[in-house]
């Protein structure tokens, strides 16, 4: 049943990308109609208009490939459904996730001159591998969430972000409440630059066997060629924090479609 899921989702990606039109969105420079819901791995507060959809594909080392589709079922809500796997690309049989994975968000208030926009939510996604020992995505899910975002115009734009979550992913016994940061820097009407900061402190123990302690630092790049289409690249732990494959940066792809139905 969640290979299908995995299939559908997939599918639906493809499929949209195909039918754009008028009302496609981007993400991405300054002419993004759209606010970011995640940057990386951090969330972010950015909610879909009412009746928006998005369909995106994340893929990673390790032949990782998690295929998500979100909608605005009201407004300022989000729902979200998700499903992917390890070894997907590449030679080999594909190691699935055990279930998929959900998410849901509601903004708490609009940006104002002197306050952040602010959301809530909660995502069951992480990132990476599923560590059946550790019972824990390599990246570990947001859980429950409070992101807040803020905009200012600086030779276009710059916006800083801030989260909080609680992780329900304990089995490895380190759990605690963690916070992110990040800012998204536009560069022309079509190119942002994004960077996070993941303080790690639900993944930090001494005796972790996942992680080194440092945090995790990564940083990205996103490009809108086409209404709706939202291309990134993206170098993730560049503090060479993981333990459970040691060495330099690795190397991510992301592919979103936005639009209104």
């Not at 639906?12 to 993004?32: K, N, P, R």
């Not at 369909?55 to 989000?78: C, K, Q, W």
């Not at 993941?198 to 123990?205: A, E, Q, S, T, V």
Request: proline share 3%; net charge neutral; with cysteine.
């Amino acid at each position: 049943m969640y290979k299908r899921l995995f299939v559908t989702l997939l599918c639906t990606v493809l499929l949209s990308i195909g039918s754009i039109y008028t009302f496609a969105q981007t993400t991405a420079g300054e002419d993004a109609k759209m606010e970011y819901r995640t940057l990386i791995d951090m969330t972010a507060s950015g909610v879909l208009e009412r009746g928006m959809v998005a369909v995106s594909n994340d893929v990673m080392p390790g032949g990782v490939l998690i295929a998500r589709f979100e909608a605005g079922i009201f407004t300022d809500m989000n729902i979200g459904v998700s499903f992917g796997g390890a070894n997907i690309i590449g030679s080999g049989s594909p190691r699935w996730y055990k279930l998929p994975a959900a998410s849901l968000r509601y903004k708490l208030f609009n940006e104002t001159l002197n306050m952040p926009q602010m959301t809530i939510g909660f995502d069951s996604q992480g990132k990476g591998e599923f560590i059946d020992s550790l019972d824990r995505y390599a990246i570990k899910s947001p859980g429950l969430f409070l992101a807040g975002s803020k905009n200012f115009a600086i030779f276009g734009y710059l916006t800083f972000h801030g989260s909080l979550n609680y992780s329900f992913e304990n089995g490895d016994g380190d759990n605690f409440i963690n916070m992110m940061v990040g800012a998204e820097k536009t560069l022309g009407s079509k190119v942002s630059l994004i960077g996070e900061y993941d303080f790690g402190f639900n993944d930090n123990g001494a005796d972790s066997k996942a992680s080194k302690g440092n945090g995790y630092l990564n940083i990205g790049v996103r490009w809108a060629p086409a209404e709706g289409i939202t291309l990134g690249i993206d170098l993730r732990d560049m503090l060479s924090n993981k333990k459970w494959a040691p060495g330099g940066a690795d190397r991510a792809l992301k592919l979103e479609f936005i639009k209104k139905i």
